[in-house]
């Protein structure tokens, strides 16, 4: 419903400014001709400015800045029908003249707020009776059938004046005209030079494209007094008639500049990338904004208060923000920061909602970073206390089989070595054989109990370190295996297990699948990484990814904040790589 | 045949490593069960050989006997452990040590062997 209303404004609208625009096309109205090129001048500039003027409505439908535009535009034609034969069209010109230089006149003054308080209201309504008097003159006084070379119409209200007041009259007329146009022109000018940095994005185009109206104004007025006449008149009224579309190109210039910005902003936020500082923001958008005072305060949680840029309290925002303007972005009804900007910039609520967009994506960004590092901190720190929570479980196992069960069986062990040792010469030999049998058993659990023991934890490594314990493994390899190992010292518990484990299972492997010949392994400390280097000249392809072998070595290695690394091309042998680093021994 | 110190923590062993050396003619003068009355029993005791255990519940069997040596007449010292030899790598090479024996090798006279041989025996397998 809503929607068709719109349409159908719209459609109304287009359909006027098609007649309005084709009065001065196909109808002499005027005492002044145009020329052909002005006539089209004027159509244009009245279809210009209905355009924009829609256009400004359909972006700020609560602004009255395009409503004035169209009707300006919609008037200017018909504001030059001076020249009908008929009385009431002759007036009716004339005050719709005054409606669209009033309407042009709002345009410039309240631009871009479309509020008229202060001295606007004083000021158009000068502008509106200037011009009710200027066409009065017209209309009464003004003999066309005498002035205008080839016009045979003649005025039907013309009153014969006295010539010497007319005289006088239009002369302090003129004079008075061009003080009025110098005046709004100066305005103007100072309105720009006084435009601080984002709101030059949008008025400045406006207030250029009213100086250029006002400047083919005065040659207008300048003209009439010097008594121009032919194609140097006709490219006066050419030119003026022209800059009537100067305003509101101006406009659609302005809107253009706040879409390049906002624009500009909204690429900000990724070409800064993931997180950027709070003072590389600041910096960025105080460029794309053109305001050098712009700045970002940011909430702290731990201070209950915004801070600057520089960690500070911000005890309170108004005495920080000085003459700037404060816009506050909230998440949940919590302040998350706070942007002391250029007041200008609240004229343009979409420019301010990007700045706040920006500035909110950024904080948010930062703030689930962080959270997201605290998480990932949080679970490598338990990886890592788990990993050693089961080495230290281990070891406590392989103790326990230690103190127990082997201890039991050595003391069998050397009981049935006493038996044997009491048995009498003249003793059963099947006894005797019982007893040796007995014995071989007892060493055989000894040495299984054994094996089960140190699959659980090496008991070598803490009892003789890293480089005899993986001398061990090297000695027990599948295949010929060469070691070269370097470590000078001993290490923190946690890399020295995390090394014999990859050393172990990589050797486990070259074993079970690589059909390899020889195999390699290099420990040696480089920098503060404990580098330990697994090689042989198999078959190659071993996917990390497969099976639980690698996968389960990688997360033990990153559980000491190591990298583990496997090149493996297909018929290439396989080399595994762990760096763990030393200094600290846990993960980071 | 020699005089014997047993130390070890676990009575099972020191029960049937007596009984066994003396069933092989060692006299067996003394038991500790850990490192500190181990080196005040050598002091009082002065046994010619000393049976150590390595995992002691105090010092462990290496530095038993490093303490061991620096007395004056010092015993010889074998170290023992229900572990294999190659567990400890080259810290069985030390000089202060006469040799090691698996417990469930311990018997009279493997002790006489290793002890005749004497210090700065060959460590266990590089």
Redesign the interface.
């Known amino acids: 419903m809503k929607i068709d209303r719109r349409r159908a404004f719209i459609a109304t609208v287009l359909l006027a400014t098609a007649a309005s625009s084709a009065i001065p096309i196909f109808v002499d109205g005027w005492w002044l001709d145009l020329g052909m090129p002005g006539r089209f001048a004027l159509a244009a500039a009245c279809w210009v400015s209905v355009l924009v003027g829609l256009i400004a409505r359909d972006r700020r439908p609560g602004n009255p800045i395009g409503m004035w535009l169209t009707i300006s535009g919609l008037c200017a034609p018909l504001a030059y029908l001076t020249g009908a034969e008929s009385p009431l069209l002759i007036v009716i010109s004339a005050l719709v003249f005054c409606v669209a230089a009033g309407t042009g006149a709002a345009v410039s003054i309240s631009f871009p707020t479309g509020r008229l308080d202060g001295k606007a209201p004083t000021a158009i309504a000068a502008v509106v009776v200037t011009c009710l008097v200027y066409r009065t003159r017209q209309v009464l006084f003004f003999d066309p059938v005498k002035s205008v070379p080839g016009w045979t119409h003649p005025n039907p209200l013309f009153v014969a004046p006295d010539p010497t007041y007319l005289n006088v009259f239009d002369f302090v007329y003129g004079v008075f005209g061009v003080a009025f146009l110098a005046v709004f022109g100066f305005w103007l000018a100072r309105r720009w030079r006084r435009l601080s940095g984002p709101a030059r994005l949008s008025i400045a185009p406006v207030l250029a494209g009213a100086l250029v109206f006002v400047a083919t104004s005065l040659v207008q007025v300048g003209a009439g007094i010097a008594g121009v006449h032919g194609s140097a008149l006709d490219a006066v009224l050419f030119g003026h008639t022209l800059s009537f579309c100067a305003v509101p190109l101006g406009f659609l210039a302005g809107l253009l500049r706040v879409k390049i910005a906002r624009s500009a902003i909204a690429d900000l936020v990724v070409e800064l990338g993931e997180t950027p500082e709070p003072a590389q923001l600041r910096r960025a958008l105080a460029t794309a904004l053109g305001d050098p005072s712009l700045a970002v305060v940011l909430w702290s949680a731990e201070e209950a208060s915004f801070v600057d840029a520089g960690g500070a309290r911000v005890t309170s925002l108004d005495d920080a923000a000085g003459a700037r303007a404060v816009t506050l972005l909230e998440r949940d009804g919590k302040p998350l920061a706070a942007i002391l900007h250029d007041p200008a910039l609240l004229d343009d609520p979409g420019l301010v909602a990007s700045v706040a967009t920006a500035v909110r994506l950024t904080v948010e960004n930062d703030r689930l970073q962080a959270a997201v590092r605290a998480q990932l901190a949080e679970v490598r720190a338990s990886r890592t206390r788990i990993v050693e929570a089961t080495d230290a479980e281990r070891r406590r196992v392989e103790r326990d089989i ?2 127990g069960a ?6 069998l ?3 049935i ?2 038996a044997r ?2 048995l009498a010469p003249t003793a059963d030999p099947e006894l005797e054989a019982t007893l040796a049998q007995a014995s071989v058993e ?2 055989a659990a ?1 040495t299984e109990l ?1 094996e089960l023991a140190r699959g659980i934890h090496p ?2 490594l803490s ?3 890293l ?2 314990a993986i ?2 493994l090297v000695d027990r390899a599948a295949v010929p295996t060469e070691l070269k190992a370097e470590v000078p010292h001993r290490l923190p518990a946690p890399v020295e297990a995390t090394a014999y484990f990859v050393v172990s299972e990589a050797l486990a492997n070259v074993g079970k699948h690589a059909r390899a010949d020889s195999a390699c392994v290099t420990v040696a400390v480089e920098g503060d990484s404990l580098v330990v280097e697994i090689s042989d000249d198999g078959c190659g392809d071993a996917d990390p990814g497969r099976g639980t072998g690698l996968r389960g070595l990688r997360d033990r290695v990153e559980a000491v904040g190591g990298t583990l690394e496997t090149i493996s091309p297909a018929g290439s042998g396989t080399t595994i790589r762990a760096s763990l680093p030393v200094t600290g021994g846990t993960a980071k | 045949m020699s005089t014997v110190l047993i130390v070890d923590d ?1 009575a ?2 020191r ?3 007596r ?2 050396l003396e ?2 003619g060692h006299v067996v003068m003394g038991e500790a069960v850990d490192g500190f009355s181990a080196i005040e029993l050598a002091r009082s005791l002065r046994p010619e050989i000393v049976l150590l255990d390595i ?1 002691l519940p105090d010092l462990d069997g290496f530095e038993v006997a490093r303490q061991l040596a620096t007395a004056e007449g010092s015993p010889i010292v074998v170290l023992t452990s ?3 030899a ?6 069985l090479a030390s000089s202060t040590i006469a040799g090691f024996i698996a ?2 090798e ?2 009279g006279p493997a002790l006489a062997t290793l002890v005749a041989r004497g210090p700065q025996s060959p460590g266990p397998r ?1």
């Open positions: 230690h103190d082997q201890q039991r069986l050595v003391a062990s050397l009981a070595g006493r040792g009491q007892v060493r000894l054994r008991a070598i009892e003789a370190g480089e005899p001398r061990s | 676990h099972s062993f029960l049937q490593a009984a066994l069933a092989q995992g229900s572990r294999e190659a567990t400890y790598g080259s810290r417990k469930e311990l018997s590089p």
